[in-house]
């Protein structure tokens, strides 16, 4: 398999990616590497990204860990670095009281294990069991849909995001889907919350393509992580955000052009050059449905037990049958049980 592709080093660029935002591709990435002798050095990224989301009056003492832990030549997990980044950290941290410490601090160091991890044993995983166990899993998820409305299609591989709960300063891991009518959430994070919590969380968070009023998007670069807020705006004056974190590859940018296509999807979709291209214009029942039949969509047994109606209290009556007592009454209704009915 060869590497040198442009086209083929940008999918391969786009699966390394892929792994390292997967909760569930590290764990597989990190069992290779653990054969490898090299599981320190994604240790070290993964708390290198953590390092990137500290608040400063404390990354003075998150520095220390990382310098302790991956820098110092005679800790166990010390990784071989460039002569010249080993320099500088030695001199920062020989007197770290004094020195800056800032969350650019590890960059260069974090950038050299990343291309190492990326372009050394990225390689050698995607030929191995754990990588294709890894795809079939990823396959799976991607295949997992929402409950679609007749004429409902997606029209976007659904991406990991974390949305911004209604009334709250939290955010909850999501995968988001666009179709053809709505943006909606799947795959809730269904440990911290009960089934009807996210019904309603769904309910409220679903936007209609045309009820959107704007879309804006705002990028945060920290380091080696990049975060990007996408905030609908919907004319109900429900504003809706999400974030998505991915990790930067100062080689490999390309890889973070899905998400770019992703909003601008769903800025073609909700804004139309030709308004009738909305899912309200351009859907229409199939050929075969007979529109004479309205009244046979509409199952009045079926609807009652739907609304769980104590039939104790009410029964059915079709007095009406052919229309015959009032033509706007339908044929079959409730009634209160008790009453009686005329001839």
Known sequence: MSYSGGSTQKQWSASFHEVMNDDKGISMFKEFL?????EHLLLFYLDLLHFHKA???ELKKYARDIYNTYIVTKSPKAMSLLRTTKQELDNIFADIDKNEVTHATFDKAGQYIYGLLQEDYFKRFIRTPQYEAFKTIKNKKDTIVICKLPGEELMHKPIKAHLLLPGSKSYMLVDVFVTNFRITFGNWDTQSRSNNDLELLNEVCAIYLGAIHNI?????????????????QAKDVRRIEFR?????????????????EFVKHIKNLAFPSVKTDLFAFCYKPSATTDASKG???YNVFEEFLRQQIDMQKWRFTNINHG?????????????????????
């Open 216 to 232: 804006g998007i705002l990028v945060k670069k920290n380091g080696v992580l990049m975060t990007e807020f996408v905030e609908i």
């Open 34 to 38: 653990k054969n490898e002798q090299a």
């Open 295 to 297: 009244w046979q969509i």
């Open 55 to 57: 608040p400063s009056s």
């Open 244 to 260: 998505i974190d991915t990790i930067l590859s100062s080689q490999f940018i390309d890889a973070l052009e899905p998400t770019k």
């Open 323 to 343: 229309f015959t007592k009032c033509y706007s009454y339908p044929e079959t209704f409730v009634v209160p049980h008790d009453i009686q009915m005329r001839p």
